[in-house]
């Protein structure tokens, strides 16, 4: 096995799938807050999209995808970040945007090459290490904790390491914490990237979740050197349609494409075809918002009123939660797993969170309520 593979952590979705086994084997009702995969169904347009869209005959989807696709991501980007991208070089579909972070630094990176770094937020998607690891690129992770804001700065970072990096991860809105990056740090990092070369990579799949302010694309402020990594999986409910996009500079997707072939991840024609009509709609977008927010205000009222604070974000659907003076995250989540209520430690997804749990707003508004009674009574 590759050595840098042995010591891994478990997956945290998987972890977080053992435990809540555990519970519901026990006959225990379990209410989950823990796996950000949503319940609201997915449109029926989308639905019926892709059911008209399968074929007789199946044959080999291409790695460009159709080009009805890419030009509705494009118009979509357009609409959305007031930013024009060239359908045909600037935009490529991925099968989710998981496995095309996972793959793109075993293209851009040489393990013999002096800038074989790749700098991530930490916490952060845990992919961006992962994919990483498999690439034998060195990882050096930026740590985000309340004290910085989770605000990844690049004036925080020792400038050799940005020389040495092939590729530097930002993630905003950001995953666990849903925070938000100012104008000025996406600026900061543009300019990073002019002065150090290396491929300045942004994970905005949770830009369509917001309750506050829209959350803003890389694209807006640079090009050059810069990729956004986009996903129909929260934005239309969409996760096991494994419906990706990727865009940015020109001539690294044009590297990245061409070695795409021989990792077979072409997304199926009859996606392709529910995608474009999810991308070329934002009414049921915003239906989404609107349900998400429900359970915002219901989980938000609801925990202030047990007396605990949470961190303040505007985006995602997920909340930050300081756990009470004295617990450390992993004790307190377990009592509440003993409840039937499922969360996410914070020191599961880095270092210097013990003092935070992570809630997904998957329940319905109901359940939500239900939890709350149930976390009232411990």
């Not at 555990?22 to 892709?50: H, K």
């Not at 095309?100 to 790749?118: C, G, I, Q, Y």
């Not at 930490?122 to 690439?135: T, W």
């Amino acid at each position: 096995m590759n050595e840098s593979l042995r010591n891994l952590k478990p997956y945290p979705m998987v972890e977080l799938a053992r435990r809540k086994a555990e519970v519901a084997a026990r006959g225990i009702e379990v209410l989950d807050f823990g796996t950000g995969d949503p319940v609201e169904p997915t449109a029926p347009f989308i639905r019926e999209a892709l059911a008209a869209a399968i074929p007789d005959i199946s044959q080999y989807p291409t790695i460009a995808g159709l080009a009805e696709l890419r030009e509705a991501f494009a118009a979509w980007f357009a609409r959305r970040f007031d930013v024009t991208l060239d359908a045909s070089t600037e935009v490529l579909p991925t099968r989710g945007s998981k496995e095309a972070m996972f793959h793109l630094p075993l293209v851009l990176v040489d393990p013999s090459e002096a800038k074989r770094t790749v700098v991530y937020p930490d916490p952060g998607y845990p992919v961006m290490a992962i994919g990483s690891l498999y690439a034998n690129a060195d990882l050096h992770p930026v740590t985000l904790t309340a004290d910085n804001d989770y605000l990844m700065d690049p004036a925080a970072i020792p400038s050799d390491v940005l020389a040495r990096a092939r590729i530097v991860w930002i993630n905003y809105p950001h995953n666990p914490t849903g925070k938000d990056l100012p104008d000025e740090l996406w600026r900061a990092w543009v300019a990073a990237q002019e002065e150090h070369g290396f491929v300045l990579c942004s994970d905005e799949c949770y830009t369509e979740i917001y309750f506050g302010e829209k959350p803003r694309s890389i694209l807006q402020f640079g090009r050059t050197g810069c990729l956004a990594f986009h996903s129909l999986s929260k934005r239309s409910g969409m996760t096991a349609y494994r419906s990706g996009m990727l865009a940015g500079d020109a001539e690294i997707l044009a590297r990245y494409k061409a070695c795409r072939a021989a990792m077979g991840q072409a997304q199926t024609e009859w996606v392709q075809h529910a995608s474009i009509a999810a991308w070329n709609d934002e009414s049921h977008v915003e239906q989404r918002r609107q349900v998400f927010g429900v359970k915002r205000s219901i989980m938000i009222r609801g925990l202030e009123k047990l007396g605990l604070s949470l961190y303040p974000t505007d985006s995602t659907f997920y909340l930050w939660v300081s756990v009470p003076e004295g617990e450390k995250d992993e004790a307190y989540a377990s009592r509440l797993l003993e409840a039937g209520i499922v969360v996410s430690p914070g020191s599961m997804f880095g270092p210097g969170n013990d003092g935070f749990i992570r809630l997904a707003l998957v329940p319905t508004p109901a359940q939500c309520k239900h939890a709350l009674e149930r976390w009232a009574a411990l």
